[in-house]
């Protein structure tokens, strides 16, 4: 079968197809046939060389981790009804870019009818996320949020989650286009994070108190700015790093003013949580409450356009590669 594979970390030419062996269904394991291949901003920054402490990998590896499929063949140990059932799975974070991958049974997620599997491998890795930091947050309709990276893969879920929930929603994205999709997908307010004054926009838009959530997607300093508009006992989820750095957030300020801090530990699922938050995510979008935004699709032997586009940042919401 046919893998992208990383031969070496470094820009987005070092993703190349190779041919290896398909692989075999170990016990609890189950061979999933992709249909279509989940990319996430982090996956680029991996294939960089970034965050080595954090993700374990060495070159060369298959990239990707979040996948939509059919199974083809079970291992020992789990049930063969699985056979020929529509799926997504998560996992971790290589394997993905394939024609087929082995991955453990009890993570499989069934796809609901209805819901095709390219909308379905969007939400692998976003719509779980999502769904999990809308729990993390306890966010509800009484809430102000303030969503940063609001037109990125996750972004987009996260405006339409928290609107549906009823919560007031001010979007934070950069530039024409991307803050026209963010306010098509229902936020009350958006902002542009290339204007200077933005964090005085986004205070006029949440109101003196400022935000009772800030869920930031982007870290660095926009992040740490957003904490500056966090209201006093409100909540802070720092999971969002595509600036390079998580917001560095003063812990002592947290503390004195009453904000709970989240962050990226507190988004470590396990298989059991995994499987209830893909499932939530997939029936939302079965039944048309939640709509993937997916700006572009790339064959797998163009893995490295997608993560030159995906680095280019030009494209809207998320990037898929087909098989
Ligand atoms: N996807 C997940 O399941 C997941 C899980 C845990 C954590 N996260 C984190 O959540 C964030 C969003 O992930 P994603 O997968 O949704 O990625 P994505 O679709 O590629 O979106 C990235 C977002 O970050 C913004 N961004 C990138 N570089 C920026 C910069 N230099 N300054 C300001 N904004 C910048 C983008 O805005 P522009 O389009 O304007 O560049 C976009 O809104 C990432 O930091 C990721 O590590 C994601």
Avoid: C, N
């Amino acid at each position: 079968m046919r893998v992208a594979q990383v031969t070496e970390f470094g820009g987005p030419e070092v993703l190349v197809t190779v041919e290896v062996p398909d692989p075999v269904a170990g016990p609890g394991e189950a061979v999933v046939e992709v249909s279509t291949v989940d990319t996430i901003f982090v996956e680029t920054q991996v294939r960089a060389g970034a965050f080595s402490d954090h993700f374990p990998i060495q070159a060369p590896y298959v990239a990707g981790g979040g996948i939509a499929g059919t199974v083809r063949a079970v291992g020992e140990g789990v049930d063969e009804a699985w056979i020929g059932r529509r799926v997504v799975t998560a996992l971790g974070f290589s394997g993905g870019y394939a024609e087929q991958a082995a991955a453990r049974a009890e993570k499989l997620v069934p796809v609901p009818d209805g819901l095709a599997l390219r909308e379905a491998a969007a939400l692998v890795h976003d719509g779980v996320t999502a769904t999990a930091l809308l729990e993390a947050t306890g966010l509800g309709a009484d809430d102000r949020v303030l969503i940063l990276g609001a037109s990125g893969g996750m972004g987009t879920l996260l405006v339409q989650l928290a609107k549906a929930a009823g919560a007031q929603v001010v979007g934070v994205a950069r530039g024409e286009r991307k803050t026209s999709l963010v306010r098509e997908l229902g936020a009350d307010a958006v902002v542009d994070a290339t204007h200077g004054d933005w964090t005085e926009q986004a205070r006029a838009a949440l109101g003196p108190a400022g935000a009772d959530v800030v869920l930031d997607g982007v870290g660095g300093e926009l992040g740490l700015a957003a904490f500056a508009l966090t209201a006093d006992g409100g909540r802070f989820s720092a999971h969002g790093a595509s600036t390079g750095g998580f917001a560095p957030v003063d812990t002592d300020e947290a503390d004195r003013r009453g904000i709970k801090l989240t962050g990226i530990a507190d988004l470590q699922l396990s298989d059991e949580d995994y499987t209830r938050l893909a499932a939530k995510a997939l029936e939302a979008a079965a039944t048309g409450r939640l709509h993937p935004v997916i700006g572009g699709t790339f064959p797998l032997d163009q893995a490295s356009e997608a993560h030159r586009t995906i680095e280019a940042r030009t494209l809207l919401g998320k990037v898929l590669l087909t098989i």
